[in-house]
Nanobody, 126 residues
């Protein structure tokens, strides 16, 4: 069982930045792929970014590519999402997700993930 806790959400003006964090309780020696998804009111949960087991590969949704950056700190068992040049359409609840895997593999579909955090609200508004 993996426990995920997100933090870092909040209210920001258009063009601003936020960094989300996701602390994970993974076991020593395990390899995990992780990702960020978001869900806006009245919309389905959508993929934002993913990072592979071992952190060697990343993938982004077209809508955030060039503005968001996913990274991980293995020593701290923490996943990050740096969000720059935020737009009102980025407003959503952001969730981190996790699954055990092998080095170099990432996942972009919600059904591929085993564990989910509780979510953190990001609101982009003037």
């Amino acid at each position: 069982q993996v426990h995920l806790v997100e933090s870092g959400g909040g209210l920001v003006q258009p063009g601003g930045s936020l960094r989300l964090s996701c602390a994970a309780s993974t076991g020593a020696g395990e390899i995990h792929a992780m990702g960020w998804f978001r869900q806006a009111p009245g919309r389905e949960r959508e993929f934002v970014a993913a990072i592979s087991g071992g952190g060697t590969k990343t993938n982004y949704a077209a809508s955030v590519k060039g503005r968001f950056a996913i990274s991980r700190d293995g020593a701290k068992n923490t996943l990050y999402l740096q969000m720059n040049n935020l737009k009102p359409e980025d407003t959503a609840i952001y969730y981190c997700a996790d699954r055990q895997t092998v080095t170099g593999v990432y996942y972009t579909t919600a059904l591929d993930y085993q564990y989910w955090g509780q979510g953190t609200q990001v609101t982009v508004s003037a």
